[in-house]
């Protein structure tokens, strides 16, 4: 039987739904059930307050399916556990229980994180936006704890056990253009995709394509793939996380070098350790720390800008404010552009510096067209090279 928990509040479109999206997002959908309802019947069918759905989206949740209920007598013996919002609400429920039993499941929700002091949850209803992100991050908080809780009691049995043992998110580097994997890449990252099924990549075509060159064996077919790119909606990625939570293994790939580094995997990656699942980097080339490591410049103090403006004024201010921090902090200065625009950028970067600064072009990383050198700005104007939709890292420093 599953177990199933009931989030109370006063009229089930700001708060309650909140905490229900959220206990349920940390709990394997297997084993719990987490509803909601009002003590008041004011919003019976209706969604949650716009705002509770504007904060739960922005924080990779959605709440919009949710559809308002008002707390019934049989609640108290339909769900195991009730928690409620303020004491109002908790006043409002124990009066309709019949036994000690039923009213010991009612119990106010931020007690899981302060104890026996019956603090409430403030009502945001009224307010502004701010007061539900205030309301987000408690009830985080307290869901959290509770699904801790609810996981260490209802793992006593065997069929439990298997259902909380979660997966790993396994952050699988990928080559730098169009090389054998197996040149860059360790044997590691090929025993790591013998046993992963489902992945989370930027493109399903170009992921295939690198599985079956460097496993030839694994079977296409058994691969469930996601993608995550700049279209992806936030909405999507729990569920794109879900296998871990139910006990499979999940392999998040970038397009090119490292999950994670100046690519859209990072959000999952922040999401998969606010639901406490284990991230494992796997060894790969980064172009960013490669650059970095033939540049020459300082490799004590570095930081990576990542994209600069596109307008060229802007990006002349951005550039001579790297320079000048370049030289203030002895700090070597990283930064991309979207390769078909750098020849464009090398000819920007040029006008806007000074000639003693020095520069590193790195492009082409470990392919056998790579080109790494650094030189002055006024000997980088004496140098011609074609950089069009060549992967490039600049990297710039006034000593």
């Known amino acids: 039987m599953p177990v199933k928990i009931l989030m109370v509040c006063l009229g089930n479109i700001c708060r309650s739904p909140l905490a229900q999206g959220l206990l349920a997002s940390k709990l394997p959908n297997d084993i719990f059930i987490v509803d909601s309802a009002g003590t008041g019947n004011w919003h019976v069918g209706k969604q949650p307050d716009e705002r509770s759905i504007a904060v739960a989206k922005k924080n990779n949740l959605d709440?919009?399916?949710?559809?308002?209920?008002?707390?019934?007598?049989?609640?108290?013996?339909?769900?195991?556990?009730?928690?409620?919002?303020?004491?109002s609400n908790y006043n409002d429920v124990i009066k309709l229980a019949k036994n000690e039993e039923q009213k010991n499941k009612v119990q106010l929700i931020?007690?899981?994180?302060?104890?026996?002091?019956?603090?409430?949850?403030?009502?945001?209803?009224?307010?502004?936006?701010n007061g539900f992100d205030s309301v987000f991050a408690m009830l985080d908080k307290s869901c959290e704890a509770i699904a801790e809780k609810l996981i260490t009691k209802h793992s006593k049995t065997e069929i439990a056990k298997t259902s909380f043992t979660r997966g790993k998110l396994y952050l699988i580097p990928t080559t730098l253009g169009e090389s054998e994997p197996l040149d860059?890449?360790?044997?590691?990252?090929?025993?790591?995709?013998?046993?992963?099924?489902?992945?989370?990549?930027?493109?399903?075509k170009t992921a295939r394509k690198f599985i079956k060159n460097i496993h030839p064996d694994k079977v296409q077919s058994s691969l469930r793939l996601s993608t995550l790119n700049k279209h992806t909606e936030a909405s999507e990625y729990n569920k794109m996380i879900q296998p871990c939570l139910e006990g499979e293994n999940i392999g998040l790939m970038s397009e090119?070098?490292?999950?994670?580094?100046?690519?859209?995997?990072?959000?999952?990656?922040?999401?998969?350790?606010?639901?406490?699942?284990?991230?494992?980097?796997?060894?790969?080339?980064?172009?960013?720390?490669?650059a970095m490591m033939a540049s020459g410049m300082n490799g004590q103090n570095f930081a990576f800008i990542g994209y600069l403006p596109i307008d060229k004024t802007d990006k002349k201010t951005t550039l001579r404010n790297l320079e000048k921090l370049s030289q203030d902090k002895n700090q070597s200065q990283i930064f991309i552009e979207t390769p078909y625009r750098n020849n464009k950028m090398l000819e920007d970067i040029l006008q806007a510096l000074q000639p003693n600064t020095h520069l590193c072009v790195a492009t082409d990383i470990t392919l056998p067209s790579e080109y790494i050198k650094t030189m002055r700005i006024s000997d980088w104007k004496k140098t011609k090279i074609d950089l069009h939709n060549r992967p490039t890292i600049f990297i710039i420093?006034?000593?």
């Open 63 to 87: 709440i919009s399916h949710q559809k308002g209920k008002q707390f019934k007598v049989s609640d108290l013996d339909t769900f195991d556990y009730i928690y409620v919002m303020d004491n």
């Open 184 to 204: 860059v890449l360790p044997e590691t990252i090929k025993r790591t995709i013998e046993f992963i099924d489902d992945y989370i990549v930027e493109n399903e």
């Open 256 to 290: 090119a070098g490292c999950p994670g580094v100046a690519d859209p995997g990072a959000v999952i990656v922040k999401l998969a350790h606010e639901k406490n699942i284990q991230v494992i980097p796997l060894v790969g080339p980064s172009s960013i720390l490669l």
């Open 397 to 399: 420093h006034k000593m």
């Open 110 to 129: 931020l007690n899981e994180l302060f104890p026996g002091e019956n603090v409430d949850v403030p009502d945001p209803y009224y307010g502004l936006q």
